[in-house]
């Protein structure tokens, strides 16, 4: 009997794709999502990370303008009404603003000041938007991956504790290729899981500390631009 147990135990397919192959239709639907959300949020890691570093590059190169002293008009000139960058989006809001606040004589038009904080406003948080696009898919994969997982894996034993019943045998080689394909969900299942949670927890810091520039800016520049009216 051992002998036989062993053979049969020898002749099964214990890899990943031997587990998938004899699994029933319903651990490999879970599975199959397990690994569409893994690949699809991965996608969204290396697609957020390339866009940061892109931000935080535009946002140090139009710092050095800024600050290098040439005048904001001609800054403004220069870049135009279409930013190419984050950064020049909320500066070309608050100025577009400016100009439109200034009437045909020279003047200023009453309350520019609360308006071109106001556009500035609506630019982050139009830039906030995108920067933190595909984060609560990170979120909730990261949050319901071990519970899907967990589905398959029930559903697996279950599955096993079935086989077991109708051969009327308990021997290593009915009982493992269920639990294993069972434990395989739920290793699918936290596969998905850490990376998300782990690289959601960043990129949500990452995308606060960028937007946290663009707000430092936008103060500056509304005081630079409350000398100007007060004078």
């Known amino acids: 009997?051992?002998?036989?147990?062993l053979a049969l135990?020898?002749?099964?397919?214990?890899?990943?794709?031997?587990?998938?192959a004899q699994s029933?239709?319903?651990v490999k639907f879970v599975m199959l999502v397990l690994l569409l959300a893994s690949f699809w949020s991965w996608a969204i890691i290396i697609q957020k990370h390339i866009v940061f570093a892109r931000a935080r590059r535009e946002a140090a190169k139009f710092d050095a303008a800024f600050w290098s002293g040439e005048p904001l008009d001609e800054l403004f000139d220069k870049i135009g009404p279409e930013a190419d960058g984050r950064?020049?989006?909320?500066?070309?809001?608050?100025?577009?603003?400016?100009?439109?606040?200034?009437?045909t004589d020279g003047g200023l038009i009453p309350g520019a000041q609360s308006r071109i904080d106001r556009s500035m406003d609506v630019a982050i948080a139009?830039?906030?938007?995108?920067?933190?696009?595909g984060l609560p898919f990170l979120a909730t994969v990261g949050s319901t991956a071990p519970f899907v997982g967990l589905f398959g894996t029930v559903w697996g034993i279950m599955h096993a504790f079935i086989g077991i019943a109708?051969?009327?045998n308990t021997n290593l080689a009915v009982v493992a290729p269920g639990i294993a394909e069972a434990l395989l969900a739920t290793g699918l299942g936290l596969l998905a899981a850490i990376p998300a949670v782990v690289f959601y927890n960043k990129l949500s810091a990452?995308?606060?500390?960028?937007l946290r520039g663009y707000e430092s800016f936008a103060d500056e520049f509304a005081t630079i631009l409350s000398r100007q009216l007060d004078s």
């Open 87 to 103: 950064a020049q989006a909320v500066f070309v809001s608050g100025m577009t603003e400016w100009r439109r606040s200034h009437r």
């Open 126 to 133: 139009k830039e906030g938007e995108s920067l933190e696009k």
């Open 166 to 168: 109708q051969s009327q």
């Open 24 to 26: 029933t239709l319903t």
């Open 206 to 210: 990452d995308s606060d500390r960028i």
């Open 9 to 20: 135990a020898q002749e099964l397919d214990f890899s990943m794709w031997g587990l998938f």
């Open 1 to 5: 009997m051992e002998t036989q147990t």
